[in-house]
């Protein structure tokens, strides 16, 4: 399983589309940063005096995982988008279903690998806030904790995505089918917030996540995001599974 996730993360970065990922990413990112950078000078000396007026970590760090947070709901299906899909359109995967390896070492495998990736978009991500410790003072408990709901969220949407790259061969109608699926799960918070279902905003991937982002971390968060992303593995591992008994 392991050589499996090391092939997959190899397999990504020979990739154009990855490297482009990372720069598009970071490039934007870096733009919103230096964003709120200036909107935070510009409102420095008037806040100043206020007793528990917000510091570089709300103004800055917290806004900049909340954009980063959308950048991976757009970046995301782009990425998982080719883990099964395009190996059957390229004819491959009956190679993959006949080595020596369980369904679930297959899923886990190339699963591991992409979240691989995307921990070193995060990574790259977190050297933006860590250069404003130079010159002033950062909530390091906050940053973390904004940092796991990004991992939570992040593992959550390649779940999604792999399993519905499962579904087809056509790597587009994958990444077209988790970019919807994903967005209905972030917007669906939208009717949840008006009283009418419950329901709706407990599925909601972004109620979820904004209160780890505010640093407040409760086990029925971490559950949501443990459930969706053991459901979608436990989905597309059925899957092959089917596949390779027929």
Do not use: C
Request: proline share 4%.
């Amino acid at each position: 399983m392991l050589s499996l996730a090391r092939h997959e993360l190899y397999r990504l970065f020979l990739s154009p589309l990855a490297w482009l990922i990372l720069a598009l990413s970071q490039l934007i990112l870096a733009y919103l940063f230096l964003t709120h950078i200036d909107y935070f000078m510009q409102i420095q000396g008037k806040i100043a005096a206020i007793p528990g007026a917000p510091g570089v970590t709300e103004l800055v760090v917290l806004p900049l995982f909340n954009n980063a947070a959308t950048i991976l709901l757009l970046l995301t299906p782009l990425i998982t988008m080719r883990l099964i899909a395009e190996e059957r359109r390229n004819e491959s995967f009956p190679l993959l279903l006949s080595a020596p390896l369980s369904a679930t070492q297959i899923i886990l495998g190339k699963y591991f690998g992409t979240l691989g990736f995307f921990l070193i978009l995060l990574i790259l991500i977190t050297f933006m806030p860590l250069s404003l410790s130079a010159g002033t003072t950062l909530d390091f408990t906050a940053l973390a904790s904004g940092l796991f709901g990004l991992l939570l969220l992040v593992a959550s949407f390649t779940a999604i995505g792999l399993f519905l790259s499962s579904l087809t061969k056509q790597p587009t109608i994958a990444a077209i089918s988790t970019f919807s699926l994903l967005f209905l799960l972030w917007i669906i918070d939208w009717a949840g917030n008006t009283g009418e279902s419950t329901l709706l905003s407990w599925l909601s991937l972004l109620s979820h996540f904004q209160p780890i982002l505010q640093g407040d971390i409760q086990s029925k968060d971490i559950a949501y995001y443990g459930i969706i992303i053991m459901f979608f593995l436990t989905l597309t591992i059925h899957r092959i599974n089917a596949e390779r008994l027929s």
